[in-house]
């Protein structure tokens, strides 16, 4: 999944796509790049960002959401908005990234059902304005997975189809630099939830620390970009559906290197044509490596 910013002020590249005509073209370099899926966003979740007007985000990702997927993009909205989505999915968008997982507005649920698009569930426990402040778990993979297996059981309510759901653990919300580590590392603890797993690490604030230089400073975000191929390389091996990543190439080489050590193995996983795989279609009953419907 790669990233278009359609944004200001996000924090590793605001404003380099802010204008349509530079959001489509930075998306069809994503895809010359090997992304499966561009993931197209119009309000920074960003530490300490505040919310843009509805209106400011729908213009900002329509006409961008439009042109990629009338040239054949598989392509998702980056929104915690009902509206957008339900906009987004009209323009052509066929899954609903949502880094609140419905908390933020209680109307995503039900535009889920109705549109019946895949749905990224992300583990989340406030606005980027306040999350720093929610951190608090007795274990992070534990809660975590309690946290997002609650937000499963209300999707499902609501009358979404499970085949629909994918998780997130949320890396950087509501989560320091230590507790980003766990979630990685017990990825499969996620996974025992019998639902697809994305990965979003890219470029984070704990990459940066993790390189910090000889003076304690972190790295600046585009100086982490090894290290978000590295965690590729380990979250495809451990069996994530999809990572999200600003830059494409390195980790679309790292998924098919993971997928062709886990072969040699025989652990079987992956896709056997050289492919990422990620739009694979679903698979029925509760096989974790089933795919959404995109």
């Known amino acids: 999944m790669g990233v278009v910013n359609v944004t200001p002020d996000s924090f590793s590249d605001g404003g380099e796509w802010y204008e349509p ?25 960003r530490p300490g960002a505040g919310r843009v007007p509805v209106e400011a985000e729908l213009a900002r990702v329509l006409p961008v959401i439009s042109a990629l997927a009338a040239e054949g993009a598989v392509v998702s909205v980056d929104t ?35 549109t019946g698009v895949a749905y990224v569930c992300m583990h989340w426990r406030g606005h980027a304005d306040v999350m720093d402040d929610l951190e608090d778990y007795d274990d992070v993979v534990t809660d975590v997975r309690d946290e997002l297996a609650a937000r499963v059981d209300v999707l499902l309510a609501a009358g979404v189809r499970r085949d629909q759901v994918v998780l997130d653990p949320g890396l950087g919300f509501s989560k320091a630099g230590s507790s980003n580590w766990p979630l990685l590392a017990r990825l499969g603890e996620l996974e025992e939830l019998g639902l697809p797993v994305l990965v979003g690490a890219s470029r984070k604030r704990f ?71 990620a739009t694979d279609r679903p698979r029925t009953g509760s096989d974790s490596t089933a795919r959404p419907t995109t």
């Open 21 to 45: 005509d530079a959001a489509v073209a930075h998306g069809r370099e994503l895809l010359g790049e090997g992304a499966d899926i561009l993931d197209v966003g119009g309000e920074s979740t």
């Open 80 to 114: 915690t908005r009902a509206v957008v989505a339900e906009r987004a999915v009209a323009a052509g968008a066929r899954i609903i990234n949502d880094v609140s997982g419905g908390l933020a507005d209680p109307a995503m649920a039900d535009v889920v059902a109705r």
């Open 207 to 277: 990459l940066g620390h993790l390189l910090a230089r000889s003076d304690g400073q972190p790295v600046p975000p585009l100086l982490r970009d090894d290290a978000t191929a590295a965690i590729t390389t380990l979250a495809a091996a451990a069996g994530a559906w999809c990572v999200r990543v600003h830059a494409v190439r390195a980790s679309a080489d790292a998924v098919r290197v993971a997928a062709a050590w886990s072969r040699a193995g025989g652990a079987g996983w992956g896709p056997q044509d050289g492919s990422t795989g």
